[in-house]
Structures are given as structure tokens and as C-alpha cells.
């Protein structure tokens, strides 16, 4: 498949065959080759809790609008951002500071600073900090759709669920927010897609605001 074959077959399918697991192997491929996902100085602040498990999937469906997809795929991910993902002591943060200092990237001197910089662009505000968890993992849930595409599986992305009831339920610490589901398997055989969606025009995506 082409990267635009990928792209445009790419659909967030409602229906997915219930008897047609994910061989373990090829979710690992798809998380795997979506980990490559950039994130700010690389601090990869996402996770994933994976339910393959029908009981469980259901304790999540009954948080999810009762969305019969969260069950129907073989696996659902809960999509994970940690809005704290930038703080000192953080194990991927220290591992990364490492990891900059390692390659050469960073200088151990520079520690103050970059602890500095993580704080006031990720830490200033609350809303800093769901923005900094947010978009890099939304980065990385891109790619798992993409990911998923590319290795013949299909996806469906969910916000509708009560993201203080999942938390609840999975026993999910605070630090993490909860952008997406994400449901993955194939494509039920006997259903039909729907056509594809609209989307903005390139003139309609660009703006200024200062003419
Ligand atoms: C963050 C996000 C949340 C979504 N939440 C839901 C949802 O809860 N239920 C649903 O049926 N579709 C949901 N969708 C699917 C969108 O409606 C769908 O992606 C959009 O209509 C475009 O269709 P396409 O993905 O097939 O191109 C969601 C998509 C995204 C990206």
C-alpha cells in the first residue's frame, strides 16, 4: 500500500467481525511501528491500556455511549496522555534526558535548562499541560490508525464516553487524560461502509488574521 492508499482507506469503521482475532504479533507491529510518532524533545507522554477481553471490553462500553464497537472489535485501546509526562522524575522523561545526553544531543550541564523550558511550554497551566499530553498523543493515535491501516486492520476512534467513569473503572491515575478509544480489528464482511466523508478544502483549512 502506498502511504496515500493508507490514507484514504483509512475509515473509522463501525462494524467489526467479533470472531476475527488480531494475532498478537501484528498488534505489537502496530503499536510498535506507531511509536515512531514525534513528541516534544521526545518524551512520548502517551500508553495504552489494551482490553481483548470480552468482560472487560463490555465494563468499558457501558462508559462509552453503549457504543456496540468498543465490544465488537477484538481489542480496544484506552488511549493514555500524561500531563505530567514533562516533570523531573518522570521515568521517561529521566530516561530520555539520558537518552539526549547519550547521543550527544544534550549536555549534562543543560539539565537546569531543560527541566526550565518542559516546565513553562508544558507546565504553566492546566490547560498546558492537557494541550502537552493531548497532542502528542494524538500524534501517536494517528499513527496507530495509520499503523493499523497499513498492516490491513481497521479502526474507530471514540471520545463519546464518560472519561470520569473509565477512569474510575480502570482504576486510571490523575496524571493521565483520556483522548481517545480506539477500537482495532477487521472489518465485518457482510456490512457495508458508509461513502466516504467531506472535508475541508485546502482554501478553507488556511487562514490569516492579521489582514
Ligand atoms: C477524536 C475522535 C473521536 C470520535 N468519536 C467517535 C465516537 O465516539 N463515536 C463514533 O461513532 N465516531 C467517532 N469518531 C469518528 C468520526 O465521526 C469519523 O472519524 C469522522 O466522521 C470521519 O469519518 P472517517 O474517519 O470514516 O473518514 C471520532 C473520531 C475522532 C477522530
Given at each position: 500500500m502506498t502511504f496515500k492508499e493508507v490514507i484514504y482507506s483509512r475509515r473509522a469503521v463501525n462494524f467489526f467481525d467479533p470472531d476475527k482475532a488480531?494475532?498478537?504479533?501484528?498488534?505489537?507491529?502496530?503499536?510498535?511501528?506507531?511509536a515512531r510518532a514525534p513528541s516534544g524533545f521526545n518524551i512520548?507522554?502517551?500508553?495504552?491500556?489494551?482490553?481483548?477481553?470480552?468482560?472487560d471490553k463490555l465494563r468499558l462500553q457501558k462508559h462509552a455511549w453503549d457504543q456496540p464497537k468498543v465490544s465488537e472489535a477484538p481489542v480496544t485501546l484506552i488511549v493514555l496522555a500524561d500531563t505530567e509526562g514533562w516533570q523531573p522524575g518522570n521515568t521517561f522523561l529521566e530516561k530520555n534526558f539520558n537518552e539526549l545526553?547519550?547521543?550527544?544531543a544534550m549536555a549534562m550541564e543543560q539539565r537546569e535548562w531543560f527541566d526550565n523550558a518542559c516546565a513553562s511550554l508544558y507546565g504553566a497551566s492546566e490547560a498546558r499541560k492537557v494541550a502537552f499530553a493531548c497532542k502528542n498523543a494524538?500524534?501517536?493515535?494517528?499513527?496507530?490508525m495509520l499503523a493499523a491501516k497499513s498492516l490491513g486492520l481497521d479502526t474507530h476512534p471514540m471520545d463519546g464516553f464518560d472519561i470520569d467513569a473509565v477512569r474510575a473503572e480502570f482504576k486510571i491515575p490523575d496524571n493521565f487524560w483520556i483522548p481517545l478509544l480506539l477500537s482495532v480489528g477487521y472489518f465485518k464482511s457482510d456490512k457495508e461502509l458508509m461513502p466516504p466523508k467531506w472535508r475541508k478544502s485546502v482554501e478553507e483549512i488556511t487562514v490569516r488574521f492579521d489582514q
Open positions: 488480531i494475532p498478537p504479533a501484528l498488534l505489537n507491529e502496530m503499536i510498535e511501528t506507531a512520548q507522554p502517551w500508553s495504552l491500556i489494551v482490553l481483548n477481553e470480552q468482560a545526553v547519550g547521543s550527544g494524538g500524534f501517536f493515535a494517528m499513527s496507530l
